[in-house]
């Protein structure tokens, strides 16, 4: 079967990331936006053969090793995918995210028994078509992309294939979806096409709804520079500061556990914030904005201020991820 992934260089459009309150106000306010619950499973695209399907990854074999050196895109073998047959939709690539996945032993693999245990959707979601019955339809708007893919979805019945549900783009619904545990959503523009070579899609917002929470410094990571992406070369650590390392007590205060690694440290923080760790930074109290918690850290930590007024012990994770506000 000829992988139309890797014969036409088809990469899966990326979203631009945005706080709820940093995502531009078009969104809102002008028409044909829609928004979508943002899955939490690994990005594939599926494409639909007569005998068997193709399970393909986001990335490319090696492709941390740079551009010249990446090899083709990554094919998964899907027990339950992998093996479906439609002769009436070849040559269509579905685009979506996989939440089923198994062991080598061909059992379903932790995290798929811990969203199981916990109602959540197992299988394969899809947003949108990009190639149709062998044509390419990236140019296409999106609503007619999705059609196409509603079609696809309709004709293979199933049980563990869905078509994404989707909302008018209000304020309001994110919140309702955040609020209902979700980690955040797609905003897209149903009339726009997919720019061919361009791998950020200009018109997708990932949007993130936000609080702030309060947690002390136990780490830093090291940051990097130089190399590059095109050759190969890595980069090399630097000096500077990445990100801290920033935990809390338990509400008895007897356990204390990391939370999250914050991000978008000040530029003088970024300076000195390795070298003079300990000195000047380990044990401060920082405040931080925080997506919601995924069952083991704070998502998008993002360095808001220092909190001189408060202590590590006043960083009680059982009062922390309760508030959103």
Known sequence: ????REKYNIELPR??????EEAPDKIWTEPGWVIECKEDGT??????????????????EGFLKGVEQAGPFMVHHHPIFSAIACKELEGT??????????????EYDETTQVRMKQGAYVGYTV???????????RGYSD???????????????????????????????????????????????????LKIGQRTCTTWWKLKASFTA????????????GGSGVKGVKRMPDGTAA???????SVDRKKIFKVANVKYLPDEVIQDGYKLFDDKYKGKVVEMRVSGWNGKFFRWARFVRFRDDKSPRDCLFEEQIGRKG
């Open 143 to 193: 609503s007619a992309r999705r059609q196409f893919a509603k079609d696809a979805i309709t004709l293979l019945n199933h049980p563990n294939i869905r078509l994404i549900e989707r909302f008018p783009a209000t304020k309001e619904k994110m919140y309702e979806i955040w609020n209902r545990g979700e980690e955040g959503c797609i905003a897209k523009n149903e009339n726009e096409s």
């Open 1 to 4: 079967m000829e992988n139309l």
């Open 93 to 106: 690539i579905l685009d979506g995210e996989c939440t089923m996945h198994f062991t080598k032993d061909g």
């Open 214 to 225: 309060d947690a002390f410094i136990t780490g830093v990571q090291e940051g990097k520079s």
């Open 127 to 137: 947003w949108e078509a990009l190639f149709f019955l062998g044509r390419d339809v």
């Open 15 to 20: 979203a631009r990331g945005a706080y709820l």
């Open 243 to 249: 990100s801290f390392t920033v935990s809390m007590f």
């Open 43 to 60: 990005r594939e695209s599926l494409q639909i053969g007569a005998s068997e399907s193709l399970m393909v990854g986001r990335n490319r």
